[in-house]
């Protein structure tokens, strides 16, 4: 279909596509197009059609659009240039439509909606420029408190809903089902702290001073997701480059570097239960029959927060023999976690040919959707991101459950010249993005300066503007002491900063990490 200056007019197109082929479509938008809304002679002609057969059927024409066309051709009802372009732009286009291999229904109503504004506002200003040069101000007048009076609302940004009516059941029961659904299931006491956060929908940052593994836990949720078959959008905002990212990812498939320091010989964080390291346990499941440190004298508690790398690697020399153990029912309700380091041997580094394997068999073998976007520092925008998934799902109807940026502080935004009013605004926009895909945005952010001589990030430690809290549906801080103790054993603590709903009964978890090896969650624990 085209215009008389052979501009094409896909969206008319499009429209009258959803009108011929999709009932749920004709039902919604049939009273609110017009037909002077059509520029295109045969968009204007078919909709005329399609609308008179729906009022007196109830129905849309679908695949029997074709057996009515050549009875009218037969019967000289078509214009000849009308029935053409039927056949040319219509019949194929149609069928791929009904299949849904053309355009999402989704994205149709989204460019429906801007077309019925858009020519409501063309047809206003014509409307207008008329009256202007008639000197009909009164009339002008009229015609812009008529337009108001009945602009249509952006279904993007407002949702309307009669509870009166008793089809509004059926969004009650979406809201039970789909609302709260967990997308990214951690195991242990880090799933017990975050789990019911990590929903459709939710807005969840993750907030650190530099340096504490942001960018590895945020890979570890994305490839977590993966494992539950969502589909994860990744986006690398300019701390990373796409080749480090990829070598990132392959590290963490392998759990191996490719780099020779971090290979061979090593010690990893193990969980372990400070009455067994300390021989105070006598319960029978016991996997080990005597302790750790034996002639030291630390009080239980003292293992969480003074004992060493250095300690625990001596320790071990002298008791080569000694096992981890966890088994009882009260070491998962009981704050009596410690680390422990065991030795492994990792052989070589990581080659290409391993990470050929790994990277085959978990992306391309198993079809996990994982999309990585990587952008130039200061390059990227909220609105960019946004274009991109409209694109998407035009072309596939891709829609990402889970959108992971790394991270929120090196996003742009244009709108102000004043940084906090811009990172205020990026946040606000970001929680619009997580509501309009009604996907699960979790994104990162940078303490302030005074988190470095601090052991434990609290509310206070935020940077920039605090007006972040108010936009994330939860956030989180990753700390570790200052003295470094906690990152060579591979400790690190996650506490909940902020929750909009829901209660919890522990408010800090400790997670074992190996960094050398991609691995920013081995185990967890109270």
């Known amino acids: 279909m085209k215009k008389q200056n052979d501009e094409p007019v896909s969206i008319e197109k499009y429209v009258i596509l959803g009108l011929v082929g999709s009932l749920e479509y004709i039902k919604k938008y049939i009273d609110i197009l017009q037909k002077d809304f059509f520029q295109v002679d045969t968009a204007r002609f078919l909709f005329s059609v399609v609308r008179k057969h729906y009022l007196q059927t109830g129905q849309v024409f679908g695949n029997d659009f074709q057996v009515w066309y050549y009875q009218q051709v037969k019967l000289d009802a078509i214009p000849e240039v009308i029935a053409s372009e039927i056949e040319q732009d219509i019949f194929e286009d149609l069928q791929k439509f009904i299949e849904g291999l053309l355009i999402s229904r989704d994205y149709l109503e989204q460019v429906t909606d801007q077309f019925i504004q858009r020519r409501k506002l063309e047809l206003l200003q014509e409307k207008l420029q008329e009256y202007l040069e008639k000197n009909d101000i009164q009339q002008a007048d009229k015609s812009i408190l008529e337009y108001l009076s009945q602009v249509q609302k952006d279904d993007d940004l407002v949702q309307e809903l009669d509870l009166s009516n ?11 089902t789909t609302d709260r659904q967990n997308l990214i299931k951690s195991s242990g006491a880090l799933g017990e702290l975050w789990n019911n956060q990590m929903v459709r929908g939710a807005f969840v940052g ?4 530099e340096k504490r593994g942001k960018t590895f836990m945020l890979l570890h949720l994305g490839m977590l997701a993966l494992h539950q078959h969502r589909k994860v959008l990744f986006i690398q905002a300019g701390d990373m480059s796409q080749n480090q990212q990829l070598i990132r990812i392959a590290t963490y498939l392998a759990r191996k570097s490719s780099m020779s320091e971090f290979v061979g010989k090593q010690y990893t964080p193990v969980k372990d239960c400070i009455y067994n390291q300390l021989d105070q346990c006598n319960r029978s499941e016991r996997e080990c029959n005597f302790g750790l440190f034996l002639d030291a004298n630390y009080m239980p508690q003292d293992l969480r927060v003074k004992v060493t790398y250095e300690d625990l690697i001596e320790a071990i020399k002298e008791q080569p023999e000694y096992k981890a153990c966890y088994n009882c029912k009260q070491f998962k309700s009981s704050n009596w ?7 492994i041997d990792l052989g070589n ?20 959707q994982f999309k990585l976007l990587t952008y130039s520092n200061g ?14 799902k035009l072309e596939n109807n891709y829609v990402p459950d889970i959108i992971i940026i790394d991270y929120a502080d090196l996003l742009v935004c244009n709108k102000y010249r004043d940084f906090r009013q811009s990172q205020n605004e990026i946040w606000k926009q970001l929680r619009g993005l997580s509501q309009k ?53 591979g400790v690190l603590r996650i506490n909940e900063l902020l929750v909009r709903e829901g209660g919890l009964t ?3 978890v400790y997670v074992l990490q190996d960094l050398k090896r991609g691995r920013p969650v081995i185990t967890s624990y109270f």
Not at 206 to 209: D, G, I, K, R, V
């Open 166 to 176: 008793s089809n509004s059941i059926k969004n009650l029961v979406e809201a039970f």
């Open 206 to 209: 993750l907030m650190a001073p």
């Open 337 to 343: 976690g410690t680390v422990l380091l065991k030795p």
């Open 349 to 368: 580094p990581l080659t290409l040919k391993q990470a050929k394997i790994k990277y085959r068999k978990f992306f391309i073998k198993n079809k996990h």
């Open 379 to 392: 390059t990227l925008t909220v609105s960019l991101i946004d274009q991109q998934i409209k694109q998407w």
């Open 437 to 489: 895909y009604n996907c699960l945005l979790i994104t990162a952010t940078q303490t302030d300066a005074k988190a470095y001589d601090s052991d434990t990030i609290s509310l206070s430690n935020y940077s920039e503007d605090k007006r972040k809290y108010a936009h994330v549906t939860a956030m989180y801080g990753m700390s570790q002491d200052k003295s470094g103790r906690e990152k060579k054993l």
């Open 506 to 508: 522990h408010k800090m």
